[in-house]
């Protein structure tokens, strides 16, 4: 078995050196980590266990190479730039894409039939060019069938993820778990990136008020366009979300506070920003998503915000 993963940072190279376990893995990543996995391995810390990885990577494919998995593990920024650059090996091949937000499969299928949607609810942070702490888990992740259904490939991927010790579960619904796992990410990420704050600081009543808002405002959205959702009220959703999911990624910081303090530009287009936009085409408003993609945006063209942002501990 074959895989490459495109875009591998924190969790492809995490994914990757696991992968590497029980089959032929090569990563394409950017110089700087290709150049310390080469020197020393690559060293993963955290709940998955502290060990140092080898494994095949470079910043493009070797040529004439083939694969019979291809994951897609950038940023949702670059999912369309990743498919432009490696379209000759995504063309025909199975394409998983184990990424936040929602348009990212949509994207791809542009550039392949063989579409495969993936949800990861874990914690990967980086602690050097070649090493990623895994802090926290909340869910195993789910592979299905993009936009619906299971066949054969995707139970071969999912048995190769279990080999290589992952927690890994099949899904026949992958759009209702996308948007499942939106529906996290538009509760926590921006305002857990605007306040400065860990998850576990959002149950804070100020900032559980705006949470109910935003989740109230998904949910209408996800009913609009069809998606079966997990939960059957927003109600329901908003005590799983205070008593399971943030207590067991309670230290996390979002992605997005991370990608603001690096000036980098962050998901908020795929994430609340694509329930604004899905909501209008449905005519249906959503103030405070809307609200939260304005402040995201603003911190986003203040470069200076970068310096001033508190110190992840
Ligand atoms: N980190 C988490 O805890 C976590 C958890 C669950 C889901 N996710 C989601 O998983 C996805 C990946 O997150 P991440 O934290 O792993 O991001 P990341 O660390 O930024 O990794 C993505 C990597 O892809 C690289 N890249 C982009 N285009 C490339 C190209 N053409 N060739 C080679 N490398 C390229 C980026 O380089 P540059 O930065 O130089 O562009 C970056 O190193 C996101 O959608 C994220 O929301 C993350």
């Not at 306040?195 to 008020?209: D, H, R």
Request: proline share 3%; charged share 20%.
């Amino acid at each position: 078995m074959r895989v490459a993963v495109l875009g591998a940072g924190a969790v492809g190279l995490t994914i990757a050196a696991k992968l590497s376990q029980v089959c032929d893995v090569h990563a394409v990543s950017r110089v700087k980590h290709v150049n310390a996995i080469n020197k020393r391995g690559f060293i993963l810390t955290g709940i998955w266990g502290e060990e140092t990885f080898g494994f095949s990577s470079s910043d493009g494919i070797p040529v004439g190479e083939t694969y019979d998995y291809v994951i897609i593990t950038s940023k949702s920024t670059d999912t369309r730039q990743i498919c432009e650059k490696f379209q000759d090996v995504i063309a025909d091949t199975e394409v998983l894409s184990l990424q936040n937000g929602i348009g990212n499969e949509e994207i791809i299928s542009e550039y392949t039939s063989r579409v495969i949607g993936g949800i990861i609810i874990t914690g990967f942070e980086w602690r050097g060019d070649a090493m990623v702490n895994v802090s926290v888990e909340a869910g195993p992740v789910k592979l299905g069938r993009f936009s619906g259904g299971l066949d054969h490939n995707v139970r071969v991927l999912v048995d190769l993820f279990k080999e290589a010790g992952l927690n890994v579960s099949k899904t026949e619904n992958i759009r209702g778990d996308i948007w499942g796992k939106t529906l996290y990410n538009c509760a926590l990420n921006p305002l857990g990136a605007i306040m400065g704050v860990s998850y576990g600081e959002l149950v804070n009543p100020y900032a559980w008020y705006i949470i109910e808002d935003v989740v109230h405002e998904v949910f209408l959205v996800a009913g609009s366009e069809g998606i079966r959702l997990q939960w059957d009220s927003p109600d329901e959703y908003l005590t799983f979300l205070h008593d399971v999911q943030v207590p067991s990624t309670a230290l996390h910081h979002s992605s997005m506070y991370q990608d603001l303090k690096l000036g980098r530009r962050t998901e908020i287009d795929f994430i609340n920003g694509a329930v604004v936009s899905i909501g209008s085409e449905h005519n249906i408003l959503t103030p405070v998503n809307r609200t939260l993609c304005d402040l995201i945006r603003f911190r986003e063209s203040l470069p200076e915000m970068k310096e001033s942002a508190p110190e992840i501990k």
